[in-house]
Each structure stands twice: as C-alpha cells, then as structure tokens.
C-alpha cells in the first residue's frame, strides 16, 4: 500500500488508512470512518502550518476555515465535505465498498498534496495500489509449520528481560516475561509493532494494533475489573472512536482523546438517563439540542 511512504512522518494518518484497506471489503462503514479521521486531521495539520486557528471540538469550524483559506483545489474540498457529512450510523446501507475505495483514493491524492506541501517538495509519490475487491471473503488451508523457541535475554521497554521467542512466521513472537505478562504478536526493532495480544498479571488483556511499543490504532482492552474498551487508539491512550464499557452498565460511545471523552458522543447510565452532545476533556460542554442550534451551514460551491 503507498500509504507506507508516510509512515514515519504521518504514522497517524498511515495506520488509518492500512486498517481501513484491510478491512473495506467485509466492513466499509467502519472504514469509511477511519477516512474520516483522516481527513480531520489533515485539515487540522493543513490549518496548523497556516496559522490558522484551530478548533478542538467542531470539526466544521474547521473544515469552514479550510474553505474559506483557498488552498485546497476543489475536488479536494468536495471529498472534505463528503467525509465529514457521512454519517455511517444513519445511512450504512446506502455506502458500498466501492465508494469506500474512491474515497481512499482520494484521500490518498490530498496527504500526497500535504506532504508535498508542507514536508518535502521534491516528493514523487508511487501509484496508489489498492488490493482487488472480493465479493466473498475466502480463509486460506491452514498450514503447519514448525516453531522456533529461542529463550535469551533481550532488551523491551528500555530493560533487559529474559523472554521466550517463539517465531511462527515473519516478525510474530511470544515472549513470557519474568513478571508473568505475556504477548504474542508482531515485534519491529524490539518494539511491539504491529498486531498482538498483551496480557497482564491482573488478567487484563490488549488485543489490537501496536506501533513502537505502545497502544496505536485499532484495539480492544478488557480490564480485571470488568470495564471495557474497543476502538482507536494513540500512543497508548484512547484517541478517536470508541466504546468504553464500566462493570457498572454505564456506555459512552462517541470521541476519546487522551483517556477522556472528546467530541461528539453518547453517554448512557445504567439508571437509564443518556447524556448525547459534545464533550471536552470528559466534560459535557454542549447538549444535542445546543448543537443543532449553532452548527454553522456548509453549502457546496
């Protein structure tokens, strides 16, 4: 995927859309809004290299202030709009994989236009390569393959631990800590990267993306005490879509930023009262019937 060419310098942006390419055949509405993000932070990053104020709650005062700078071409814009007015809750049976695909195409066309700007001028971009749509999902014959178990000291989180490596194919271990933790999954340059399975002394678990050993992407954590998280993730904190579930019965699902509720979400008690509207830093700041009072009118050119 050419999304790969911007890993390091938008790795944000480039698990985005990696997760979004896997999973666009069987789930299109969840990639779809992985696009979405994607397009909210570069019109955020576009904004932050134009001195241009930048607004943490409404995405369409960004979006707005995009608009009315004139640096983006218009088709680009179009496809801003378009992603930031899907709502995949409402309309998922209308969005076809076909669209999710255009769509990644072009936001593929606006972080080549962002690099190229803002980044490295001299930038040549490859072709984007997109993987051949399938009506059906198809699981290959199971193979067996034999083990390698190597037990040695090695270096994880910045400490020398003594671990069992077990490769069972390109880049996946199992390592056994003295502590008792556990992971199984995918290891770059001695960091967690990748996908894997975290375990912890207490019985939580971590199932998801990892990027430089920490929390990134798409995950779920089920915790020893019962509550549970599953969404997007950010330098090992809740950051982007998700759903946390307290032991309690008590909901929230909407927007995360650093481990506290952030935008637009839905927070459901288990006495049965639901708090929906916009949230900063775990505080609901604005009610539902707020919002649809001061959303500002976008209207295409």
């Given amino acids: 995927m050419s999304f790969k060419g911007f890993e390091n310098e938008l790795p944000d942006i480039y698990i ?25 932070i570069l019109v955020k990053k576009i904004l932050e290299n134009e001195n241009v104020e930048i607004d943490d709650v409404s995405s369409f005062t960004n979006l ?50 962002y690099y190229k700007t803002f980044v490295n001028d001299q930038y040549t971009p490859p072709p984007l390569l997109l993987k051949v749509q399938k009506s059906t999902l198809v699981t290959p014959p199971e193979q067996v393959t034999q083990s390698t ?74 915790y020893a005490n019962g509550d549970r998280y599953g969404g997007e993730w950010k330098d090992g904190l809740f950051h982007g879509k998700g759903i946390y579930k307290w032991s309690d019965g008590t909901v929230f699902e909407g927007g995360w930023q650093d481990n506290l509720e952030h935008g637009y979400g839905t927070k459901s ?11 900063t830093r775990g505080e609901l700041v604005f009610n539902k019937e707020q919002l649809d009072e001061t959303k500002p009118l976008i209207t295409e050119d």
């Fill in 269 to 279: 008690h288990r006495d049965g009262y639901i708090q929906k509207g916009f949230w």
């Fill in 16 to 40: 985005l859309a990696d997760q979004a390419e896997q999973i666009m055949d069987f789930d299109h509405v969840l990639a779809l809004n992985h696009l979405k993000e994607i397009a909210r």
């Fill in 149 to 222: 178990v190597i037990r040695s000291i090695i270096q994880i989180d910045d400490k020398m631990v003594e671990g069992i490596w077990e490769s069972e194919k390109e880049n996946m271990f199992y390592i056994e800590y003295e502590s008792g933790e556990t992971y199984r999954g995918q290891i770059k340059n001695g960091m967690k990267s990748g996908t894997g399975l975290y375990r912890w002394c207490d019985g939580s678990t971590y199932e998801g993306q990892w990027f430089n050993d920490s929390e990134y992407g798409i995950g779920v954590k089920e």
């Fill in 64 to 113: 707005a202030a995009i608009m009315n700078i004139e640096i983006l071409p218009n088709q680009m814009l179009t496809t801003l709009k378009q992603l930031e007015y899907f709502d995949t809750n409402e309309s998922s049976i209308f969005i076809e994989s076909s669209q999710v695909q255009k769509l990644v195409m072009e936001i593929y066309d606006i972080t080549v236009w």
